[in-house]
């Protein structure tokens, strides 16, 4: 009989009635051939490897990662409660040891959901690591967390809401913003002055393929992580780096996203995008999930796999040389650009707009940080959109200094009432959530 | 009248019913080397000076292949498996005559490599040579496509005994246990149609020319012909007959709880409202996991034959059996010689009773007494706490939609009903530790053998169609068929019907006792560059396991006379 030589855990959530519409990429069909496949290789039944019902994620859950708009229930339905929880899941199994490892294979996904939610963007609407992380955080007091996240995609949702903390390392490789949606995740992208260099942004050419994605991963992430020193690692799994997949245009394969799997060892794989649904997810998800069991994986590969074919250029290999160069040396300057930021300004602000391509909705945000030399910084947050939303969001850290708590409280205390249609406050500190409606 | 066998591991038991109730019983210390003879005996034992005539047909559980594969007493089976990419399938190997070849077909059942007839030559030989007389053949995704098992079958041609193809035997997806499953089959062979052959000649000898079934692990029956395709089908119908035997009992509103509790083993099975818990993929036995559809049934080695002695000081009873009660010139105490102890056994020498248990008494500073009650509250508290384990594993089993878990159903049997030898006294302590109601089952001793006469005829069907592709497969019939772009989900249901009523009927099923349903049917629209380019259809149907209906009127006569409970 087969057992893995690494106790894993596996959510299986399929959500075969829910779909964002009948012909969207994410549908009712989406993981229907990876069931077939993880079912007819028999995985669910290997020695040691534990299928877990998800639970569901509560309202409480999305507040402490969230500020959603006009609340939680509106932009969330039950499946996004459900593919939360199933991370949530995965999370608590780890946490109470009964696995090393479990991989959350549900859907839909979650990272480019961000702090404030008006809807959906690139088919998530609440963040489903992030929901699972600051769980884990208040369940079991973790504290250093890294984000290694493999969508193709820029995580830009994951981005944004760990901007500002200096305790949650996001590594993203993706396909370079210029040619792939959501544009973001430049190499100059490094996170809030209070956390700069916690986000590493590692934007790679179009036909990256295998060579490139473990290149990436011996030279720039695991020695980043190495140096990071975290005390749980989370891989966003997104499969979109396919050679197959229709939407974007990497080179990668399921050999690949599997020895990948095996050199990272994270602790937690958290399913994200992957809309090649017929020929690479069914084959990636069993190479992840064996890799993560500790099995052997050498024969899974698709049926139309030609390593040659899908080989990279000379000039994809260069570049992406030079990526890691730019990406290393700006690990190393991080303390020092960090230091010399604190020693700045006493409030940081930024403005942005922010599109929900999903739901088609145009948000602008004004950003305040309280600069603060001894935490994170207080936030706020003027968020606004073309549906005729206004709202302040104020979020205290989790390890926020008196001043910052005080400056919080200040805020969303003095904010006027008749400007914004809701008034939140987030105050991690003491673990509660408070709404003034206008 | 039926006549209803069921050989167990210490007992036969065999019932010969008619519309009035159970007409004659009888029990027959079963002897494992010859099976047969105790077969013989007990027809023997309730068929005296009845017309044959007046038996209609008999209905037969055996632990015959259960206990084959076991002790691993089966014919040398040689397995052919074409895999494709995947996990290795070396992990599966059944034995030295193992074969992985070339061949592959995907998910949706599209060939990507074909078979090579030069290998499956070799092999053949090679079979030949080693005198291998018995082969399963499977393959990946062989439910979604049969054509390479067939075309390997072909091959092979007809000088095996032999050729057992996986995608015959399940529709269910699971290539592992596709491959034990057809191994299975293939390996006790020709013990199930030697057995079977004997006991029909022995019947006809008696002039019992009468339809013969067996009773299948899913609390079904079907005929003697067609269990000889699958004898893999008959395993622990032991537990199965149980559970069927404490049906007409059941509450029709909520859930029960049935625990057989036999010299040995406790074997525990769920009932929702008088429908028995299928185990969803296939039961495990003799560590191998297999797709055989079988009653969700879970054994914990205490009976009341189980063990008792001291460890670290505490008392501990089971898993293992040396031999009966001391009270019946067993060599160790048991939870039996406990009940002599306490008096509510008489029938054995309870002398040695009091001996056997007396060192335990020292040992944990109790009265003799006080240690027999503890040794038998013991026994219920490990029972109830197993059947606890297993209705929280069944609670927290996976669901893949939306509905199913928001829905939440949860099993919470308000009732126990409890048979087997010891049945009566245990149930009333039972009663004592739990919320739940304890009954004991009308003729709890004979129980099973009233089970495996009373269950009707149950299969299952499973079609998948891809209206893309233009098919629609039902592996285990051997149907194939070409289907047009309207085919749908409604069609589908209605094609399924049409085989299940036509397998039952080939089954020697009866048309009155097919109550058919639905018990999957998911249909998930392809598309392709944003338009539907098909539809993709899995449709599972059986015949709802239960009792022949004709006789639940002998079930009502059977609960009016409830033993005792002392």
Not at chain 1, 257 to 277: C, M, P, Q, W
Not at chain 2, 165 to 180: Q, Y
Not at chain 2, 465 to 482: C, Q
């Amino acid at each position: 009989m087969l057992t893995s030589k690494t106790r894993t855990g596996v959510v299986f959530f399929p959500a075969f009635d829910w779909a964002i519409s009948a012909t969207h990429p994410e549908r009712e069909e989406r993981l229907l051939y990876t069931q077939d496949q993880v079912f007819e290789e028999g995985l669910l039944d290997i020695e040691g490897v534990i299928e877990f019902k998800p639970d569901l994620a509560t309202v409480d859950d999305i507040k402490r990662v969230h500020f959603c708009v006009p609340d939680e229930m509106s932009v969330v339905t039950e499946s996004h409660l459900i593919s939360a929880g199933g991370a949530k899941t995965v999370g608590i199994q780890v946490m109470e040891k009964h696995i090393e490892r479990g991989f959350a294979l549900v859907r839909p996904p979650g990272h480019h959901a961000m702090r404030v939610v008006h809807g959906a963007r690139g088919f998530c609407n609440v963040n489903i690591e992030a929901i699972m992380i600051e769980y884990l955080r208040k369940a079991y007091g973790i504290d250093r967390v890294a984000i290694v996240d493999t969508d193709c995609h820029h995580g830009d949702g994951t981005q944004d809401i760990y901007w500002h903390d200096p305790d949650t390392l996001f590594i993203s490789l993706h396909q370079d913003g210029r040619t792939l949606y959501p544009g973001s995740g430049f190499h100059y992208e490094i996170g809030g002055p209070t956390a700069a260099g916690m986000t590493v942004n590692i934007p790679l050419p179009p036909r990256t393929s295998e060579e490139g994605f473990l290149y990436v991963l011996d030279q720039a992430v695991l020695p980043i992580l190495e140096d990071f020193k975290p005390e749980l690692i989370v891989n966003s799994a997104g499969q979109d780096n396919h050679y197959t997949d229709p939407i974007t245009n990497m080179s990668f394969c399921a050999q690949g996203y599997a020895e990948l799997t095996r050199r990272l060892k994270a602790d937690i794989a958290v399913l994200e995008g992957g809309y090649s649904i017929e020929g690479a997810l069914p084959y990636v998800n069993v190479g992840i999930l064996l890799a993560m069991a500790g099995l052997d994986f050498s024969q899974v590969r698709e049926p139309d796999y030609q390593p040659d074919k899908i080989r990279q250029s000379g000039e994809v290999t260069k570049h992406i040389h030079r990526v890691v160069e730019e990406v290393l040396a700006g690990w190393k300057k991080a303390p020092e650009i960090r230091k010399k930021q604190l020693s700045g300004r006493k409030f940081a602000e930024r403005e942005r707009s922010i599109y929900y391509d999903t739901d088609n909705i145009l948000e602008s945000q004004r950003e305040t940080l309280r600069v603060c030399p001894d935490c994170s910084g207080v936030l706020s947050i003027d968020s606004s959109t073309d549906t005729g939303y206004h709202i302040l969001a104020v979020h205290i850290p989790r390890k926020a200094c008196k001043e910052c708590v005080d400056q919080g409280v200040k805020w969303y205390d003095s904010a006027d009432a008749r400007r914004f249609n809701r008034i939140f406050l987030q105050d991690r500190m003491n673990d509660q959530y408070l709404v003034r409606k206008g | 009248m039926i006549l209803g066998l069921d050989v167990g591991g210490t007992h036969t038991d065999v019932v010969l019913i008619d519309k009035d109730g159970i007409h004659r019983q009888t029990k027959v210390p079963t002897d494992h080397a010859d099976l047969l003879g105790c077969v013989r005996a007990g027809i023997e034992g309730v068929t005296g000076g009845i017309p044959p005539d007046g038996i209609s047909r008999v209905v037969l559980s055996t632990t015959l292949t259960t206990n084959a594969i076991i002790e691993g007493k089966t014919n040398e089976t040689a397995v052919i498996v074409s895999a494709g990419p995947g996990v290795d399938p070396e992990f599966f190997r059944t034995g030295p005559h193992y074969y992985c070849v070339a061949g592959s077909i995907d998910h949706r059942g599209r060939e990507i490599q074909s078979v090579k007839t030069s290998e499956i030559q070799a092999i053949a030989s090679k079979l030949k040579t080693d005198g291998v007389r018995q082969v399963a053949v499977v393959s990946k995704f062989s439910v979604r496509n049969p054509k390479h098992e067939t075309q390997v079958r072909d091959i092979l041609g007809d000088s095996f005994f032999n050729v057992v193809l996986g995608h015959r035997l399940s529709g269910n997806l699971n290539f592992p246990r596709r491959i034990a499953t057809a191994y299975l089959n293939a390996a006790v062979c020709e013990t199930h149609r030697r057995f079977f052959d004997a006991v029909r000649e022995s019947l006809e000898k008696k002039g019992l020319n009468v339809p013969i079934y067996v009773l299948k692990a899913d609390g079904g029956t079907m005929s003697l012909e067609a269990s000889l395709q699958c004898p893999g089908q008959t395993i622990l119908s032991g537990p199965a007959a149980s559970v069927m035997g404490s049906l007409p009992f059941a509450s029709e509103t909520e859930e029960t709880l049935v625990l057989d509790i036999g010299g040995t083993s406790t074997d525990m099975a769920i009932l929702i409202r008088k429908v028995p818990l299928l185990d969803p993929l296939g039961c495990e036995l003799g560590g191998y996991k297999t797709l055989i559809r079988a009653l969700k049934t879970v054994s914990i080695g205490l009976g009341g034959d189980s063990v008792v002695r001291l460890a670290d000081g505490g008392l501990s009873i089971g898993p293992d059996r040396k031999g009966p009660a001391m009270a019946y010139g067993g060599p160790v105490p048991t939870p039996t010689d406990a009940l002599f102890v306490l008096g509510k056994v008489n029938d054995g020498d309870a002398g040695s009773s009091r001996r056997g248990l007396q060192p335990i008494a020292d040992g944990l500073g109790m009265s003799l007494e006080d240690t027999a009650n503890r040794v038998f509250d013991e026994a219920c508290r490990k029972i109830l706490s197993a059947a606890g384990e297993m209705i929280s594993n069944i609670n927290s089993k996976p669901v893949y939609t939306v509905q199913e878990l928001l829905g939440g159903y949860q099993v919470r049997p308000g009732e126990i009903l409890v048979l087997g030898g010891p049945a009566p006294h245990f149930a009333r302590r039972l009663g004592d530790f739990t919320d739940s109601r304890v009954r004991v089952v009308p003729r709890w001793q004979v129980a099973n053998a009233l089970g495996a006469a009373l269950a009707k005829n149950t299969s299952e069907v499973t079609l998948f169609a891809d209206t893309e592709r233009g098919i629609a497969v039902a592996p285990e019939e051997d149907f194939y068929k070409t289907v047009k772009r309207d085919f749908d989900r409604e069609s589908a249901v209605r094609l399924a019907f049409d085989l299940l009523r036509d397998k039952c009927v080939k089954q020697g099923a009866v048309e009155s006792e097919l109550e058919m349903e639905v018990i999957e049917d998911i249909q998930f629209n392809m598309v392709r560059s944003f338009y539907t380019s098909g539809r993709n259809i899995r449709v599972k149907v059986q015949v709802k396991p239960g009792l022949i209906p004709g006789y639940r009127e002998i079930a009502d006569r059977l609960a009016e006379s409830v033993p005792p409970q002392t």
